[in-house]
Structures are given as C-alpha cells and as structure tokens.
C-alpha cells in the first residue's frame, strides 16, 4: 500500500519557524520565503481524521501550482517554485485578515440560508423565487473573516471590512476586480473540461506594497465543481447535483454518524475507505487538470521532500 505523510518536521537551511495547519505545514526561511508543504492529512468538519490519503497532497499541490501559473496575467501571486510535487515555496506575503469567497451558484450554506428566509449575504441581495444549485444572475461575492485557530469564520460584508479598517477603499476594489476576474478564468477553464466551477475562495496579501494572491486556488478542497453534463436536467427535476468535491468524505463520515460534534466518534478508517478516498482524489485531479494524473515515488517521502527542498534553497 503507498504510503500517506501525515507528519513532518524538517529544519530546512535559514529555517525560522513552522507552522503545522490543519492539513499544510508551512515553514518560514530567513523571514523572506515560505515552504508549504501539503501533507496527506484530510480533514472534515474542523476535525483532522486519524489516517492520511495517500497522493493527496501532491494532487492538491499540483492543481493550485497549475492554476497559479495559468492565472498570472490576472494578478501576480505568491508561487515562487515547487521542487518536490508535494512542496510550492513562495514568497511571504502580509495577509489580509479576510477570505474572498465568490459563488456563481445558490447552494451549500447560501441555499440553507435562503431556504430559512435569509435574502441577504454579507451586504448582497438575492432575488426572490431561486431554486438550490441554480445560476445567479451575476456570481457574487461574500467575504468572511480570517478566523483565529479553533474558531470559526464569520460572514462580513464589504461595509463591515471598510469600518473595521481590514483593507482600504481602493484594496477592497482591488480584491473585488482580482476575484472576479479569477472565477471568470476558472469558469472557462472548468467549462472546457465539462465541469462547473460553482464557488471557491480566494486569499490575498500584500509584497513589496503590492496585492498578491496567496495560498492555494481552485482546488477540490477550497471549490466546488458541478458535472456541466445534466446540470440543467437535475436542476429541473430538484435533484442533486453530481459533485466533484471533498463532499463525498463528508457524506461518509455522516453516513457513518459523524460531523464533528461533541461526544461523536470518527468511524473506522479502513484500507479499502482510505484507498477509495484516494481514488476519489486522483478522480477529482484528472477532470480538474485534463491531465493523467502521475503518482510520484512514496517509499520516503519525508527523505525526497526534504532533500528536494534542500537543494532548492542552497542552490
């Protein structure tokens, strides 16, 4: 069986500190670079599962790699390189303390909210008489806040966010043109691949004075994606919609009792489970990308990366 990383603990040339995520470890060099390595952890509902997945990481890595490179005429962004599939080093960026999440799509926590009665999200309006998953008329934007460890992002509105002093009138316009801009390019690139891209987010910083996209993008865990093929059908019908997220870990997981709450125990996670999820994953990158996807060697993975790694920043 190949191997999952789920650990790491390097201390690279000129390392300062590490941060260990719920899911990516990131290490600071000399306060002017950031190795993010993505682990093969998987986490639902806030909760970090006891096994990793195997490839996910690299899967994960190269689909924001690929849709960094394919987006830089847009806005410049952090990416730098990445020496190991499972490894992007960038430069540190000054984050703005907010997510841009945008939706092209009423689903997910918007459609709970409207369903409640809810016409309004973080300042926005919604038309009325909107059925779940059905187009917007225009994607819009509905920010949250960054939150702290342990607790839980907030909705804001762009309002809110201009009070609080969390990014400039001229920032914010700013945020709001690269957002757009940016699911307006995963759009066509989705759409060419028979996919939806129904909603994602975006985090952005500052470098050198300048507005930078940060972290990952447009990838399975921080997007969802629609099949384009019968999308219309089911949404006629009030069906489902056939989804290329992490939706179906958390399916599992609340199939088998779970969602994170108090006094809720994760379900075993078997080898055949594990493999599966694996297997989802490598599903998720061959759509996504239009690529075959090419499993790396994980006999030592923790040994490849930190000598990848090394040779980088040495040479």
Not at 37 to 44: L, N, P, Q
Not at 139 to 167: C, F, N, Q, V, Y
Not at 187 to 199: M, Y
Request: a negative charge; charged letters at 30%.
């Amino acid at each position: 069986m190949s191997k999952a990383l789920t650990k790491t603990d390097y201390h690279f040339p000129g390392q300062k500190s590490v941060y260990h995520g719920k899911v990516r470890d990131v290490y600071n060099i000399n306060d002017e670079k950031l190795v993010m390595v993505a682990t093969d952890r998987i986490s639902a509902f806030d909760v970090v599962l006891p096994k990793g997945i195997p490839y996910k990481g690299q899967m994960l890595n190269q689909i924001a790699a690929k849709f960094l490179d394919a987006t830089t005429d847009i806005c410049p962004n952090w990416k730098l390189a990445t020496p190991d599939p499972m490894v992007t080093v960038g430069v540190i960026c000054k984050g703005f303390p907010i997510e841009m999440i945008i939706r092209g799509y009423l689903c997910g926590s918007a459609w709970r909210a409207y369903k409640s009665g809810v016409r309004e999200i973080c300042g926005v309006s919604l038309p009325e008489g909107m059925r779940e998953n059905e187009k917007f008329p225009r994607p819009i934007i509905t920010p949250t806040t960054k939150a702290e460890l342990g607790m839980h992002d907030e909705d804001i509105s762009k309002e809110e966010i201009l009070a609080r002093g969390l990014a400039t009138p001229e920032e914010y316009e700013l945020l709001e043109r690269y957002t757009l801009a940016l699911f307006e390019r995963g759009t066509e690139i989705a759409k060419a691949r028979g996919l939806i891209l129904v909603d994602t987010k975006y985090e952005f910083g500052k470098y050198n004075g300048e507005i930078y996209l940060m972290d990952e993008i447009h990838t399975p865990d921080s997007s969802r994606y629609f099949y384009l093929e019968g999308y219309q059908d089911r949404l006629e019908k009030g069906e489902p919609q056939k989804q290329l997220s992490k939706e179906f870990v958390r399916e599992w997981l609340m199939d088998n009792h779970f969602q994170g709450k108090e006094g809720q125990a994760i379900p075993e996670m078997t080898p055949e489970i594990v493999n599966s999820i694996s297997d989802r994953y490598i599903e998720l990158y061959e759509h996504i990308t239009g690529e075959k996807f090419v499993k790396a060697e994980t006999d030592d993975l923790a040994s490849r990366i930190e000598q990848n790694v090394t040779n980088y920043l040495t040479k």
